[in-house]
Each structure stands twice: as C-alpha cells, then as structure tokens.
Antibody
Framework: QVQLVESGGGVVQPLTSLRLSCAASGFPFSAYGMHWVRQAPGKGPEWVALIWSDGSETYYADSVQGRFTISRDNSKNTLDLQMNSLRVEDTAVYYC?????????????????????WGQGTTVIVSS | DIQLTQSPSFLSASVGDRVTITCRASQGISRYLAWYQQKPGKAPKLLIYSASTLQSGVPSRFSGSGSGTDFTLTISSLQPEDFATYFCQQLNTHLPWTFGQGTKVDVK
C-alpha cells in the first residue's frame, strides 16, 4: 500500500543541525512532487518545503529559507530535509506528504491537487 | 502571506447533525483550497481539494464549496468517526501555502 515513513527526529540544542528522512513505498515515487509540513504542539500545520518530482525545483517557507534544504533520491525512494541553525520555534512534528497529482510542473498543478498522502510524522524538539 | 480564518474554532454537535465550517482567506485564492481532517496523534487526511472535489475514498457526506475568499466544508450527517479537528489550506500560486487555525468538532 502507499506509505510514507519519516525518521530522524530527536531532541537537539539550538543552532545545531538535524537531517530528517522519509521512505516512500507503494507508488512511483519519482513521478510525484513531495512536501514537508510541520505542526507545532497545539497549532495548525505549517507548510515547510516542496520539491518537484525530478528534484529540479524547490520552494521554501520564509521561516526556513536559507536554513533548511529539501532533497530527494529517486533511486532510493527517499526524501530528506536537512535542517541547520535550528531554533526553539522549529520544535514540531514534521510530516512528509505527497503531491496529489503526478508529474506536476507548475504551482497551479500542485495547488490544484493538494497533499494526498501523509506519513505518521517525526518529532523534533529544539531545546537548550 | 495569505491568512485563513476558520469559524467556528470549536463546535459541539451530535451524531446525525449537519455541520458547516467556514474558511475565509485574506485575499482571493480562486479555488486553490483544500480541507483536511486530523485526529489526535495522527497526520492530517485530505478530504477535499480544489474547493469542492472529493478525495477518493472520502464519504460523500463531506462536501466543499466556495471560491475567491469564502469557503465552506459541510458534513451532511455527522458520524461518530467524524469527531476530529478540521483544517483548511490555501494553495494559491503565490507561496507560501498556509493553513487555517482549525475547527475542533466534539460531542455535544
């Protein structure tokens, strides 16, 4: 079945780094754009980053621009999020999610089909 | 950034009730709006995309409407498994994409 499994979360100190991974299975991973979305305790979700199916384009929320990097390895069906210079406000459950349509090549396409499959999330706590 | 305001924030209802949740955008977003359901400790689940298209496998008691700045999620007859928190998300072509603050539906 279609599945996304995140890993790599943990407790880290401010200004340190952490790398999250998402393993995909049950669908043609290389055909789909992928997102990271996070959710702080008691808050609504926050979209973090998007990468196109072939990795050629990436987009970030202003809150993480320049600190986080989204990447993918289509040969291994994995999605990563490299998080540097972590802040207390980055504390959240981090989800990877699939774009709702294959082969999207425009924000109009990504926006039209939303995020249709989500992982179970991995928790990142940034605390001194 | 485009702000989404959901109302109400909390809603008490009974099984069989018709439930309506609204989502207002701070500027026009055409029909780039999705609705998600989230239960405690679980990931959000996509219910509706493009404002009114029902995601595959989602029961037909869920429906969405609206365009521009005003959107509605309706549950025609609330079922026990529908007690959850609901979020809207705007996916306008101008990033970033944002979510509403959520509407918690609980038992009256």
């Amino acid at each position: 079945q279609v599945q996304l499994v995140e890993s790599g979360g943990g407790v880290v100190q401010p200004l340190t780094s952490l790398r999250l991974s998402c393993a995909a299975s049950g669908f043609p991973f290389s055909a789909y754009g992928m997102h990271w979305v996070r959710q702080a305790p008691g808050k609504g979700p926050e979209w973090v980053a998007l990468i196109w199916s072939d990795g050629s384009e990436t987009y970030y929320a202003d809150s993480v621009q320049g600190r986080f990097t989204i990447s993918r390895d289509n040969s291994k069906n994995t999605l990563d999020l490299q998080m540097n210079s972590l802040r207390v406000e980055d504390t959240a459950v981090y989800y990877c999610a699939r774009s709702g349509a294959r082969y999207c090549r425009s924000l109009d396409c990504f926006g039209s089909f939303a995020l249709d499959v989500w992982g179970q999330g991995t928790t990142v706590i940034v605390s001194s | 950034d485009i702000q989404l305001t959901q109302s109400p924030s909390f809603l008490s209802a009974s099984v069989g009730d018709r439930v309506t949740i609204t989502c207002r955008a701070s500027q026009g977003i055409s029909r780039y709006l999705a609705w998600y359901q989230q239960k405690p400790g679980k990931a959000p689940k996509l219910l509706i995309y493009s404002a009114s298209t029902l995601q595959s496998g989602v029961p037909s008691r869920f429906s969405g409407s609206g365009s521009g700045t005003d959107f509605t999620l309706t549950i025609s007859s609330l079922q026990p498994e529908d007690f959850a928190t609901y979020f809207c998300q705007q996916l306008n072509t101008h990033l970033p994409w944002t979510f509403g603050q959520g509407t918690k539906v609980d038992v009256k």
